[in-house]
Protein backbone atom coordinates (compact mmCIF):
# COMPACT_ATOMS: atom_id res chain seq x y z
CA UNK A 1 0.00 0.00 0.00
CA UNK A 2 2.57 2.28 0.54
CA UNK A 3 4.18 1.40 -2.22
CA UNK A 4 1.44 2.10 -4.22
CA UNK A 5 0.81 5.61 -2.46
CA UNK A 6 4.60 6.83 -3.17
CA UNK A 7 4.27 6.32 -6.80
CA UNK A 8 0.93 7.86 -7.25
CA UNK A 9 1.72 11.05 -5.14
CA UNK A 10 5.26 10.87 -7.19
CA UNK A 11 2.73 10.88 -10.29
CA UNK A 12 0.38 13.49 -9.15
CA UNK A 13 2.89 15.95 -7.91
CA UNK A 14 4.06 16.55 -10.95
CA UNK A 15 1.29 17.46 -12.29
CA UNK A 16 0.04 21.17 -13.95
CA UNK A 17 -3.09 20.99 -12.71
CA UNK A 18 -2.06 20.42 -9.33
CA UNK A 19 0.90 23.08 -9.18
CA UNK A 20 -1.65 25.79 -10.80
CA UNK A 21 -4.22 24.60 -7.93
CA UNK A 22 -1.82 24.82 -5.05
CA UNK A 23 -0.62 28.55 -6.76
CA UNK A 24 -4.24 29.36 -6.48
CA UNK A 25 -4.23 28.36 -3.08
CA UNK A 26 -1.42 29.94 -2.27
CA UNK A 27 -2.48 33.55 -3.89
CA UNK A 28 -6.13 33.52 -2.61
CA UNK A 29 -5.03 32.83 1.20
CA UNK A 30 -2.38 35.53 1.02
CA UNK A 31 -4.95 37.90 -0.69
CA UNK A 32 -7.61 37.39 0.98
CA UNK A 33 -6.44 39.19 4.27
CA UNK A 34 -4.73 41.95 2.47
CA UNK A 35 -7.67 43.19 0.58
CA UNK A 36 -10.07 43.10 3.71
CA UNK A 37 -9.85 44.96 6.71
CA UNK A 38 -11.33 43.27 8.65
CA UNK A 39 -9.57 39.44 9.40
CA UNK A 40 -12.90 37.85 10.46
CA UNK A 41 -14.48 38.57 7.02
CA UNK A 42 -11.27 36.99 5.09
CA UNK A 43 -11.54 34.13 6.86
CA UNK A 44 -15.20 34.01 5.75
CA UNK A 45 -14.08 34.07 2.13
CA UNK A 46 -11.26 31.74 2.81
CA UNK A 47 -14.14 29.16 4.23
CA UNK A 48 -15.92 29.55 0.77
CA UNK A 49 -12.51 28.58 -0.93
CA UNK A 50 -12.54 26.14 1.29
CA UNK A 51 -16.65 24.96 0.83
CA UNK A 52 -16.73 25.03 -2.85
CA UNK A 53 -13.22 24.96 -4.83
CA UNK A 54 -11.71 22.17 -2.25
CA UNK A 55 -14.11 19.94 -2.91
CA UNK A 56 -14.97 20.79 -6.60
CA UNK A 57 -11.18 20.27 -7.67
CA UNK A 58 -11.06 17.19 -5.50
CA UNK A 59 -14.05 15.45 -7.21
CA UNK A 60 -12.79 17.07 -10.66
CA UNK A 61 -9.30 16.06 -10.63
CA UNK A 62 -9.71 12.33 -8.67
CA UNK A 63 -12.29 11.73 -11.75
CA UNK A 64 -9.87 12.56 -14.45
CA UNK A 65 -6.97 11.00 -13.28
CA UNK A 66 -8.70 7.85 -12.26
CA UNK A 67 -9.74 7.63 -15.79
CA UNK A 68 -6.80 9.01 -17.50
CA UNK A 69 -4.79 5.80 -14.88
CA UNK A 70 -7.24 3.14 -15.98
CA UNK A 71 -5.30 1.08 -18.53
CA UNK A 72 -2.68 1.15 -15.50
CA UNK A 73 -5.04 0.49 -13.15
CA UNK A 74 -5.58 -3.01 -14.97
CA UNK A 75 -2.19 -3.91 -15.38
CA UNK A 76 -1.69 -3.33 -11.38
CA UNK A 77 -4.98 -5.91 -10.83
CA UNK A 78 -3.13 -8.18 -13.20
CA UNK A 79 -0.28 -8.67 -10.29
CA UNK A 80 -0.25 -10.19 -7.19
CA UNK A 81 -1.45 -7.82 -5.20
CA UNK A 82 -5.25 -7.78 -3.53
CA UNK A 83 -7.98 -5.58 -4.59
CA UNK A 84 -8.59 -3.70 -1.85
CA UNK A 85 -4.74 -2.99 -1.08
CA UNK A 86 -4.81 -1.48 -4.59
CA UNK A 87 -8.18 0.70 -4.09
CA UNK A 88 -7.00 1.73 -0.48
CA UNK A 89 -3.49 2.57 -1.68
CA UNK A 90 -4.40 4.58 -4.96
CA UNK A 91 -7.18 6.83 -2.26
CA UNK A 92 -4.44 7.49 0.25
CA UNK A 93 -2.00 8.39 -2.39
CA UNK A 94 -4.93 11.00 -3.34
CA UNK A 95 -5.75 12.44 -0.42
CA UNK A 96 -2.53 12.46 1.40
CA UNK A 97 -0.90 15.13 -1.95
CA UNK A 98 -4.78 16.68 -2.19
CA UNK A 99 -4.18 17.24 1.92
CA UNK A 100 -0.42 18.51 1.05
CA UNK A 101 -1.61 20.82 -1.40
CA UNK A 102 -4.01 21.86 0.33
CA UNK A 103 -2.30 22.28 3.62
CA UNK A 104 0.32 24.44 1.78
CA UNK A 105 -1.43 26.29 -0.27
CA UNK A 106 -3.30 27.66 2.66
CA UNK A 107 -0.39 28.46 4.90
CA UNK A 108 -0.81 31.82 5.28
CA UNK A 109 -4.40 32.21 5.61
CA UNK A 110 -3.60 29.21 8.98
CA UNK A 111 -0.88 30.80 10.11
CA UNK A 112 -1.82 34.77 9.82
CA UNK A 113 -4.02 37.12 11.63
CA UNK A 114 -6.76 35.00 12.96
CA UNK A 115 -4.94 32.11 15.03
CA UNK A 116 -7.49 30.82 16.73
CA UNK A 117 -9.50 30.37 13.71
CA UNK A 118 -6.85 29.44 10.97
CA UNK A 119 -6.46 25.83 12.77
CA UNK A 120 -10.32 25.53 12.50
CA UNK A 121 -10.04 26.29 8.94
CA UNK A 122 -7.26 24.17 7.79
CA UNK A 123 -9.04 21.12 9.59
CA UNK A 124 -12.38 21.66 7.67
CA UNK A 125 -10.24 21.44 4.39
CA UNK A 126 -8.63 18.55 5.80
CA UNK A 127 -11.65 16.57 6.06
CA UNK A 128 -13.25 18.01 2.95
CA UNK A 129 -10.61 16.59 1.04
CA UNK A 130 -10.85 12.98 1.85
CA UNK A 131 -14.51 12.74 1.50
CA UNK A 132 -14.43 14.25 -2.20
CA UNK A 133 -11.53 12.13 -3.58
CA UNK A 134 -13.63 9.73 -1.80
CA UNK A 135 -16.89 10.75 -3.87
CA UNK A 136 -14.24 10.56 -6.95
CA UNK A 137 -13.32 7.02 -6.45
CA UNK A 138 -17.08 6.26 -5.69
CA UNK A 139 -18.12 7.18 -8.29
CA UNK A 140 -15.92 5.01 -10.79
CA UNK A 141 -18.38 2.01 -9.67
CA UNK A 142 -21.08 3.48 -11.46
CA UNK A 143 -18.96 3.23 -14.64
CA UNK A 144 -20.14 0.40 -16.37
CA UNK A 145 -16.81 -1.53 -17.40
CA UNK B 1 -2.17 -26.13 -15.31
CA UNK B 2 -5.41 -23.61 -15.91
CA UNK B 3 -8.41 -25.50 -16.19
CA UNK B 4 -12.03 -23.56 -17.16
CA UNK B 5 -15.30 -25.80 -16.47
CA UNK B 6 -18.86 -23.77 -18.07
CA UNK B 7 -17.36 -20.30 -18.32
CA UNK B 8 -20.23 -18.15 -18.94
CA UNK B 9 -20.05 -13.90 -18.90
CA UNK B 10 -22.85 -11.46 -19.86
CA UNK B 11 -22.46 -7.86 -20.41
CA UNK B 12 -26.06 -7.02 -20.18
CA UNK B 13 -27.40 -8.87 -23.40
CA UNK B 14 -24.64 -9.21 -25.17
CA UNK B 15 -22.92 -12.84 -24.15
CA UNK B 16 -18.95 -12.40 -23.78
CA UNK B 17 -18.54 -15.96 -23.04
CA UNK B 18 -20.64 -18.92 -23.21
CA UNK B 19 -19.83 -21.77 -21.62
CA UNK B 20 -16.31 -22.46 -22.50
CA UNK B 21 -14.55 -25.06 -20.77
CA UNK B 22 -10.83 -25.99 -21.81
CA UNK B 23 -7.69 -27.16 -20.16
CA UNK B 24 -4.58 -25.75 -20.59
CA UNK B 25 -1.22 -27.35 -19.52
CA UNK B 26 2.57 -26.25 -19.50
CA UNK B 27 5.04 -26.17 -22.29
CA UNK B 28 1.97 -25.11 -24.49
CA UNK B 29 1.49 -22.39 -26.87
CA UNK B 30 -2.05 -21.44 -26.97
CA UNK B 31 -3.57 -18.70 -29.43
CA UNK B 32 -6.57 -17.46 -28.57
CA UNK B 33 -8.61 -16.37 -31.89
CA UNK B 34 -11.65 -15.66 -33.49
CA UNK B 35 -13.36 -12.40 -34.85
CA UNK B 36 -13.38 -8.90 -33.11
CA UNK B 37 -15.74 -8.88 -30.42
CA UNK B 38 -15.46 -12.68 -29.96
CA UNK B 39 -14.72 -12.67 -26.19
CA UNK B 40 -11.05 -13.43 -26.53
CA UNK B 41 -9.88 -10.30 -24.37
CA UNK B 42 -12.94 -11.35 -21.73
CA UNK B 43 -11.49 -14.60 -21.58
CA UNK B 44 -7.95 -13.58 -20.52
CA UNK B 45 -9.76 -10.74 -17.72
CA UNK B 46 -11.60 -13.87 -16.03
CA UNK B 47 -8.26 -15.49 -16.20
CA UNK B 48 -6.64 -12.39 -14.19
CA UNK B 49 -9.64 -12.48 -12.25
CA UNK B 50 -10.53 -8.49 -13.33
CA UNK B 51 -13.86 -10.10 -14.51
CA UNK B 52 -16.13 -12.23 -12.17
CA UNK B 53 -17.35 -15.09 -14.41
CA UNK B 54 -21.51 -15.37 -14.13
CA UNK B 55 -20.52 -18.96 -14.00
CA UNK B 56 -18.78 -21.88 -14.52
CA UNK B 57 -15.24 -22.00 -12.72
CA UNK B 58 -11.92 -21.85 -13.03
CA UNK B 59 -8.48 -23.79 -11.82
CA UNK B 60 -5.33 -23.04 -11.47
CA UNK B 61 -2.87 -25.28 -10.84
CA UNK B 62 -6.07 -27.47 -9.53
CA UNK B 63 -6.94 -24.46 -7.54
CA UNK B 64 -10.29 -22.47 -7.85
CA UNK B 65 -9.97 -18.94 -7.98
CA UNK B 66 -12.36 -17.20 -6.35
CA UNK B 67 -14.20 -13.89 -6.05
CA UNK B 68 -10.86 -12.54 -3.89
CA UNK B 69 -8.01 -14.34 -4.49
CA UNK B 70 -4.68 -13.07 -5.51
CA UNK B 71 -1.86 -15.59 -4.89
CA UNK B 72 -2.16 -17.21 -7.83
CA UNK B 73 -1.56 -14.23 -9.69
CA UNK B 74 2.62 -14.59 -8.34
CA UNK B 75 2.65 -16.92 -11.67
CA UNK B 76 1.29 -15.17 -14.30
CA UNK B 77 2.45 -12.29 -16.60
CA UNK B 78 0.29 -10.03 -18.13
CA UNK B 79 0.84 -8.22 -21.02
CA UNK B 80 -2.41 -5.86 -21.96
CA UNK B 81 -4.16 -5.11 -25.63
CA UNK B 82 -3.35 -1.34 -24.88
CA UNK B 83 -0.54 -0.11 -22.29
CA UNK B 84 -0.74 3.43 -21.19
CA UNK B 85 0.92 4.50 -17.88
CA UNK B 86 0.70 7.38 -16.06
CA UNK B 87 1.79 10.44 -17.75
CA UNK B 88 4.54 11.64 -15.64
CA UNK B 89 6.17 8.76 -14.45
CA UNK B 90 9.45 7.69 -15.77
CA UNK B 91 10.24 4.56 -17.71
CA UNK B 92 12.44 3.31 -14.53
CA UNK B 93 9.95 4.28 -12.41
CA UNK B 94 7.38 1.82 -13.40
CA UNK B 95 9.88 -0.73 -13.58
CA UNK B 96 11.06 0.01 -10.17
CA UNK B 97 6.78 0.08 -9.13
CA UNK B 98 6.54 -3.52 -10.55
CA UNK B 99 9.71 -5.25 -8.89
CA UNK B 100 8.96 -3.45 -5.35
CA UNK B 101 4.80 -4.69 -5.71
CA UNK B 102 6.59 -8.15 -6.48
CA UNK B 103 9.66 -8.58 -4.39
CA UNK B 104 7.29 -10.08 -1.73
CA UNK B 105 6.34 -12.85 -4.19
CA UNK B 106 9.44 -13.13 -6.43
CA UNK B 107 12.88 -14.32 -5.45
CA UNK B 108 15.63 -14.87 -7.69
CA UNK B 109 17.12 -12.84 -10.42
CA UNK B 110 14.91 -10.68 -12.56
CA UNK B 111 14.73 -11.59 -16.39
CA UNK B 112 16.36 -8.54 -17.96
CA UNK B 113 16.92 -10.28 -21.16
CA UNK B 114 14.26 -8.68 -23.56
CA UNK B 115 14.85 -4.77 -21.88
CA UNK B 116 18.56 -5.64 -23.13
CA UNK B 117 17.36 -6.86 -26.62
CA UNK B 118 15.00 -4.28 -26.97
CA UNK B 119 17.09 -1.44 -25.89
CA UNK B 120 15.24 -0.32 -23.40
CA UNK B 121 17.88 1.42 -20.83
CA UNK B 122 18.71 3.81 -23.13
CA UNK B 123 15.36 5.26 -22.87
CA UNK B 124 14.56 4.46 -18.80
CA UNK B 125 14.95 8.22 -17.65
CA UNK B 126 12.41 9.46 -20.24
CA UNK B 127 8.97 10.14 -18.99
CA UNK B 128 6.05 7.62 -20.09
CA UNK B 129 4.06 10.38 -21.94
CA UNK B 130 7.45 10.79 -24.51
CA UNK B 131 7.18 7.43 -25.59
CA UNK B 132 5.65 6.42 -28.65
CA UNK B 133 3.29 3.91 -28.79
CA UNK B 134 5.49 0.90 -29.63
CA UNK B 135 8.18 1.84 -26.72
CA UNK B 136 5.67 1.29 -24.57
CA UNK B 137 4.32 -1.93 -26.16
CA UNK B 138 8.05 -2.83 -25.41
CA UNK B 139 7.68 -1.47 -21.69
CA UNK B 140 4.66 -3.89 -21.08
CA UNK B 141 6.50 -7.01 -22.65
CA UNK B 142 9.54 -6.45 -20.54
CA UNK B 143 7.42 -6.17 -17.53
CA UNK B 144 5.40 -9.09 -18.32
CA UNK B 145 8.84 -11.41 -18.61
CA UNK B 146 10.41 -9.78 -15.61
CA UNK B 147 9.39 -11.79 -12.95
CA UNK B 148 9.97 -15.42 -14.95
CA UNK B 149 6.41 -16.37 -14.65
CA UNK B 150 5.36 -19.87 -15.35
CA UNK B 151 2.08 -18.71 -17.07
CA UNK B 152 2.67 -16.05 -19.77
CA UNK B 153 -0.99 -13.69 -21.17
CA UNK B 154 -0.03 -11.71 -24.06
CA UNK B 155 -2.73 -10.10 -25.25
CA UNK B 156 -1.82 -8.89 -29.32
CA UNK B 157 2.04 -8.77 -28.51
CA UNK B 158 3.48 -7.96 -31.54
CA UNK B 159 0.88 -4.93 -32.35
CA UNK B 160 2.43 -2.03 -32.83
CA UNK B 161 5.68 -2.91 -32.80
CA UNK B 162 8.54 -3.16 -35.32
CA UNK B 163 9.56 -6.31 -37.49
CA UNK B 164 12.99 -6.36 -35.55
CA UNK B 165 11.32 -6.44 -32.25
CA UNK B 166 8.71 -8.42 -33.04
CA UNK B 167 10.98 -11.06 -33.77
CA UNK B 168 12.89 -10.87 -30.60
CA UNK B 169 9.95 -10.93 -28.92
CA UNK B 170 8.62 -14.08 -30.39
CA UNK B 171 12.18 -15.67 -30.14
CA UNK B 172 11.76 -15.06 -26.31
CA UNK B 173 8.49 -16.17 -26.53
CA UNK B 174 9.34 -19.64 -28.04
CA UNK B 175 12.33 -19.63 -25.63
CA UNK B 176 10.15 -19.41 -22.69
CA UNK B 177 7.63 -22.01 -23.67
CA UNK B 178 10.58 -24.61 -24.53
CA UNK B 179 11.65 -23.98 -21.28
CA UNK B 180 8.10 -25.76 -19.99
CA UNK B 181 6.04 -21.89 -19.08
CA UNK B 182 2.44 -21.77 -20.66
CA UNK B 183 1.81 -18.95 -22.87
CA UNK B 184 -1.58 -17.59 -23.76
CA UNK B 185 -1.67 -15.23 -26.40
CA UNK B 186 -4.33 -13.44 -28.87
CA UNK B 187 -3.24 -11.83 -32.16
CA UNK B 188 -4.79 -11.17 -35.21
CA UNK B 189 -1.11 -11.97 -37.05
CA UNK B 190 -1.83 -15.16 -37.66
CA UNK B 191 1.74 -15.45 -39.38
CA UNK B 192 3.25 -13.85 -35.73
CA UNK B 193 1.28 -17.22 -33.97
CA UNK B 194 2.18 -19.54 -36.74
CA UNK B 195 5.49 -20.18 -35.24
CA UNK B 196 4.49 -19.93 -31.36
CA UNK B 197 1.63 -22.04 -31.70
CA UNK B 198 0.62 -25.24 -30.48
CA UNK B 199 -2.65 -25.58 -29.75
CA UNK B 200 -5.72 -23.12 -31.00
CA UNK B 201 -8.65 -21.91 -29.27
CA UNK B 202 -11.09 -20.69 -31.66
CA UNK B 203 -14.12 -18.40 -30.05
CA UNK B 204 -16.93 -16.95 -31.85
CA UNK B 205 -19.14 -14.29 -30.23
CA UNK B 206 -18.57 -16.13 -27.17
CA UNK B 207 -18.81 -19.83 -27.76
CA UNK B 208 -15.44 -21.91 -28.06
CA UNK B 209 -15.55 -23.83 -32.22
CA UNK B 210 -12.87 -25.45 -31.50
CA UNK B 211 -9.73 -26.16 -29.12
CA UNK B 212 -7.72 -28.51 -31.22
CA UNK B 213 -3.69 -28.84 -32.08
CA UNK B 214 -2.05 -27.38 -35.06
CA UNK B 215 -1.32 -30.36 -36.72
CA UNK B 216 -4.89 -31.37 -36.69
CA UNK B 217 -6.49 -28.36 -37.62
CA UNK B 218 -4.11 -28.31 -40.84
CA UNK B 219 -4.99 -32.22 -41.47
CA UNK B 220 -8.85 -31.69 -41.42
CA UNK B 221 -8.55 -28.29 -43.37
CA UNK B 222 -5.53 -30.24 -45.76
CA UNK B 223 -3.64 -27.69 -45.69
CA UNK B 224 0.10 -26.92 -45.17
CA UNK B 225 0.66 -23.35 -43.39
CA UNK B 226 -1.48 -22.76 -40.14
CA UNK B 227 -2.77 -19.35 -41.41
CA UNK B 228 -3.97 -20.52 -44.71
CA UNK B 229 -5.91 -22.96 -42.71
CA UNK B 230 -7.33 -20.65 -40.26
CA UNK B 231 -8.60 -18.19 -43.02
CA UNK B 232 -9.99 -21.09 -44.37
CA UNK B 233 -11.89 -21.84 -41.41
CA UNK B 234 -13.07 -18.38 -40.89
CA UNK B 235 -14.13 -18.33 -44.33
CA UNK B 236 -16.41 -21.42 -43.78
CA UNK B 237 -17.31 -19.89 -40.84
CA UNK B 238 -18.08 -16.34 -42.23
CA UNK B 239 -20.63 -18.13 -44.75
CA UNK B 240 -22.30 -20.28 -41.81
CA UNK B 241 -23.04 -17.12 -39.82
CA UNK B 242 -24.34 -15.21 -42.77
CA UNK B 243 -27.19 -18.06 -43.65
CA UNK B 244 -30.34 -17.36 -40.89
CA UNK B 245 -30.75 -20.52 -39.61
CA UNK B 246 -26.56 -20.54 -38.33
CA UNK B 247 -27.82 -21.36 -34.68
CA UNK B 248 -29.04 -24.88 -36.16
CA UNK B 249 -26.23 -25.73 -37.68
CA UNK B 250 -24.19 -28.68 -36.04
CA UNK B 251 -20.68 -27.65 -36.32
Redesign the interface.
Known amino acids: MSILLRYIAYDILRNRMIIAYTLFLLLMSATMFSIESNPGKGLLNLLNIVLIVVPLVSIIFSTIHYYNSYEFIELLLAQPIPRKRLAFGQFLGWVCTFAGFFDWGGHPGFTDRVQQRGPQSGADGGVSNPHFCGFGHVGRGAHPR | MIQTQNLSKHFGKLCALNNVSVSLQKGKGVSLIGPNGSGKTTFIKCL???VIPDAGRICFNDQPILR?S?????Q?G?M?Q????????RVR?VFD??T???KD?HCGPLDEELIEEFGLKNSFDKPMRTLSGGTRQKV?AC?AFLFDPAVL?LDEPTAGLDPLAAEALKAKVLREQQKGKLVLMTSHILNDLEELTTDVMYLVEGDLLFFESVENILERTEETRFAKAIAKIMAQQGKISSTPQRKTIAL
Open positions: LGMDWDYRKIYPIGRYPDNMQLMDLRSSLV
